[in-house]
């Protein structure tokens, strides 16, 4: 084996569940998440050697697969919904995704681009600048869509019992 096949694969172990999660938060279907957090890392692959020199490649994984995922929704946006899925329960064990799914319904009710800073700052710990560069907006503005976001997730998870244990 190459010595850029071993990076990419030390790389891909420590970055895919960060990614998935990232992935996750920000479009809220973990089969589709997961077809395009693998698209991303097979792109990823074919391109290491740029890859692998980007400042922040976790979030050039995320930012691949949303791509991925706004440019499969324009192809299939004419496609009829299937019928309603009430009572699905999703297929994995939420803690070996290490989804936290009360929590991710929370994120998920922020509006879209309160939900992509979340899950860039906080779920792959990107630093401002990088966020900001990743999503093409200001540092201000990552700062304040994160406090607003953190605000309403503090609102939307408390509960009084928590209310109470935390006292």
Not at 128 to 139: D, E, F, P, S, Y
Request: aromatic residues 8%; charged residues 25%.
């Amino acid at each position: 084996m190459g010595q850029s096949q071993l990076e990419f694969e030390a790389f891909y172990a420590a970055a895919k569940d960060d990614c998935l999660r990232t992935v996750f938060a920000c479009i809220g279907d973990l089969h589709r998440a997961e077809d395009l957090v693998a698209e991303a890392f097979a792109r990823a692959w074919a391109s290491w050697g740029r890859v692998a020199h980007h400042p922040a490649p976790r979030a050039w994984i995320v930012r691949t697969a949303l791509n991925q995922g706004v440019s499969v929704w324009r192809r299939r946006r004419r496609e009829l919904p299937l019928a309603d899925l009430t009572g699905w329960e999703p297929a994995v064990d939420a803690a070996q995704q290490g989804i936290e799914w009360d929590l991710n319904a929370a994120v998920l009710a922020l509006p879209p681009r309160q939900r992509q800073v979340v899950a860039l700052r906080v779920f792959l710990d990107l630093d401002t600048a990088t966020t900001a560069r990743t999503l093409g907006i200001a540092q201000g503005t990552v700062r304040a869509l994160l406090s607003q976001a953190m605000a309403a997730l503090r609102t939307a998870i408390d509960t009084p019992g928590q209310r109470e244990r935390s006292r």
